[in-house]
């Protein structure tokens, strides 16, 4: 072989192999939002996409870096993406959920909570974020299923105790809602004791 055209080839191997992956700018994407540069986050993420734009993963961070810079609709359409790409993907359904309860869609919020925990069942985050989403819809007597769902995973989540108490003072059940504040206070939960001295006798 032509010396020439070996040295050529070789020279072509060396450029592709160290041409920057769409992985590549998916780690750095991690690592910026890890130190919340979010923008910088947002912007690696995108050239992950240009290089791949089946990357469900990288729609899905790129949307939590646009959340935590207030970008809400254009996060919920990467997660939107995100799960058309990989529709089982059960943290883009609750990553949607979050979003949407940013814009106030309560309803949609809960629609993907639901989804996401028939994909993954028992996942206490998506149980306390639906319930979260509940009481904000006003839905008192399924938001206070839910943190009791949520205490049944995680005994020890205080706020899940202080925010069904919530929950049943909305419902006229004061007695019950100071149980549940005294309980939250006792575990080192200081909004409970808000609570309770506004509330209880």
């Known amino acids: 072989m032509n010396k020439t055209i070996f040295l050529f080839l070789i020279l ?16 750095k994407g991690n690592q910026k939002s890890n130190i919340k540069d979010y923008k910088g986050a947002v912007e690696e993420y995108t050239k992950a996409i240009e290089l791949d734009a089946k990357n469900a993963s ?15 609709k254009s996060a919920i359409e990467d997660f939107t993406k995100a ?11 609750n990553n949607r959920g979050l979003a949407r309860i940013q814009v106030r869609n ?8 639901t989804k996401s925990l028939e994909l993954v069942p028992n996942n206490v985050t998506a149980y306390n974020n639906r319930a979260n989403a509940k009481l904000a819809f006003d839905d008192y007597d399924a938001a206070m299923q839910d943190y009791t769902k949520v205490i049944s ?4 989540n205080a706020k899940a105790y202080c925010d069904r108490g919530t929950c049943k ?4 059940q004061l007695e019950e809602a100071c149980l549940d504040w005294q ?3 006792k575990m080192g939960y200081k909004r409970a004791s808000e609570w309770i001295s506004n509330n209880c006798n």
């Open 169 to 172: 003072l909305q419902m006229q």
């Open 183 to 185: 309980k939250a206070e």
């Open 106 to 113: 309560f309803k949609g919020a809960i629609e993907d909570f």
């Open 12 to 27: 072509i191997n060396f450029s592709v192999s160290g041409q920057t992956t769409s992985n590549d700018y998916f780690v």
């Open 83 to 93: 799960l058309e790409l990989q529709p089982t993907y059960a943290e883009a359904y």
């Open 153 to 156: 995973l995680d005994p020890k």
């Open 58 to 72: 990288a729609y899905n961070n790129r949307g939590l870096s646009k959340l935590q810079i207030e970008k809400d």
